[in-house]
């Protein structure tokens, strides 16, 4: 069955600094969505991306869509302390409408 | 606030009973998603309905059924409970079971 993939597990990050957080699915997703869930907290949803190779900003935050519709990414320039939380990535596959989740980041911020 | 709201917040009960959890999706909403998030664990899919039927299953024990009624609200129910049913339950729900899903503040049971 489909899998969603998620790595690090855990991203510990000096605050200030930048870091990645990769999100991979062994089959095509007909679009990839970003979540936020701060501790104690529920999901809370962030972005969806559609096209191959698709490329949003928030603030300071980036998504990328891979070409073949199979990968994403969350780029955090300048992590501050209100990041802190697991980030997920869930995707409907082709012609499927279950929305799994990736286990998620789980990111700290160090002062 | 999200829109959607799950009803008990919390839930404490004893092995081998059967409890009713209840969600109400957001205003015109069609889809409704169930999810089970053990500690420190990501969100495992269980169920999802659109407009009344089922639409795509997960790894949902045969011990837990769900059903969404005509005015859209659903309820999952889970028997037999064991001590590692106990977990965070969150409902999520969609205005048509592809794009941005939002979830309420989740129902705790914990089996005793």
């Known amino acids: 069955g489909q899998q969603v993939m998620q790595i690090p597990q855990y991203q510990h990050v000096q605050e200030g600094e930048d870091f990645t957080t990769y999100c991979n699915s062994s089959t095509t997703l007909s679009n990839i969505q970003w979540y936020k869930q701060r501790p104690g907290g529920h999901p809370v949803f962030l972005i969806q991306?559609?096209?191959?190779?698709e490329v949003k900003k928030q603030k300071r935050l980036t998504f990328q869509f891979g070409e073949a519709k199979k990968n994403s990414s969350l780029h955090i320039t300048a992590t501050q302390t209100t990041d802190v939380g697991t980030y997920f990535c869930a995707g409907p596959i082709i012609n499927d409408y279950k929305l799994s989740f990736g286990a998620g980041t789980t990111v700290t911020v160090r002062a | 606030d999200s829109g959607v709201t799950q009803t008990p917040k919390h839930l404490i009960t004893a092995t081998g009973q059967r409890v009713t959890l209840r969600c109400s999706p957001r205003?015109?909403?069609?889809?409704v998603y169930w999810y089970q998030q053990s500690l420190d664990q990501g969100l495992q899919f269980l169920i999802q309905y659109y407009n009344g039927e089922e639409r795509a299953k997960g790894n949902i024990l045969e011990r837990f059924s769900a059903q969404q009624f005509p005015d859209l609200h659903s309820e999952l129910n889970l028997s037999s409970l064991e001590l590692g049913d106990s977990a965070l339950y969150f409902c999520?729900?969609?205005?048509?079971?592809?794009?941005?899903?939002?979830f309420g503040q989740g129902t705790r049971l914990t089996v005793v």
């Open positions: 999520a729900s969609s205005v048509e079971g592809r794009g941005e899903a939002f």
């Open positions: 205003s015109g909403d069609l889809s």
């Open positions: 991306l559609v096209k191959s190779g």
